[in-house]
């Protein structure tokens, strides 16, 4: 009985305490959610990039340019390109000023500031910053990567327009985001040299070339990282 007696002391010890244990269950890691899509019209043919589709993915980053004795720049770039294919679309905004060198980035104050303070960016080569009256205001560029691999280029003076209507700033673990959705209508272009050899293979000519051609209603749906 005694042993019995014992057993049974045990077993509600150890119920006891079972209850007295609770798993610590970790909250929810917040994940910004980023989503992208493009779509528009080139050449009078429909164009949609689609994520997880033909291997597409984006890519979101910065140039950064340091300038000694004045404020650094930052020109921050969305890039939705292939691992399959050749072709691609990148939108450029830019640029995000600081008082800063290579070692540091804008604080995501500025970082917020240049997407919602200019949701009507002017186009600009490069995405480089436009002085107006004074004062800077953001530019834009789309650059486009064909199926040959040819670079076109938004074309100053051409028609080129971009509104962003949706900006959302998010953040988590991985780091700072801005989210968008842009409509844009740009023409690019793209200006090459075709040369005429001899039967030697020697150039005898070289012939200056040039194309260009719009994206009319496109739409870029992605985000922007610090």
């Known amino acids: 009985m005694k042993i ?29 959610d980023l989503k992208f899509h493009f779509q528009g019209y080139m050449r009078g043919s429909f164009i949609e990039f689609t ?26 770039y969305s890039y939705i390109k292939s691992a399959q294919k050749s072709i691609g679309v990148k939108l450029l905004v830019g640029e995000a000023l600081w008082d800063g060198d290579d070692s540091n980035d804008p604080d995501v104050n500025v970082f917020t500031d240049l997407f919602k303070n200019f949701t009507e960016p002017g186009f600009s080569p ?54 968008y959705i842009a409509k844009m209508n740009v023409t690019l272009e793209r200006n090459w040299w ?5 039967p030697l293979g020697i150039v005898i000519d070289s012939i200056p070339m040039h194309d260009e051609f719009q994206i009319t209603d496109g739409v870029m749906k992605g985000w922007f990282k610090r």
């Open 4 to 32: 019995g007696t014992f057993i049974a002391a045990a077993f509600i010890g150890l119920a006891v305490i079972s209850c007295n244990t609770h798993e610590i269950i970790p909250a929810p890691e917040q994940k910004v």
């Open 51 to 76: 994520q997880n589709v033909d291997g597409f993915d984006l890519e979101a980053n910065k140039i950064k340019t340091i300038i000694p004795n004045t404020f650094s720049r930052a020109t921050y």
């Open 126 to 179: 490069e995405g480089k910053s436009i002085s107006l009256f004074g004062m800077n205001t953001s530019g834009f560029d789309v650059h486009y990567k064909d199926a040959n691999g040819n670079i076109w280029k938004g074309m100053p003076g051409g028609s080129n327009n971009l509104e962003f209507t949706y900006l959302n700033q998010e953040t988590d673990k991985t780091g700072d985001y801005m989210k």
């Open 194 to 198: 075709e040369y005429e050899y001899d």
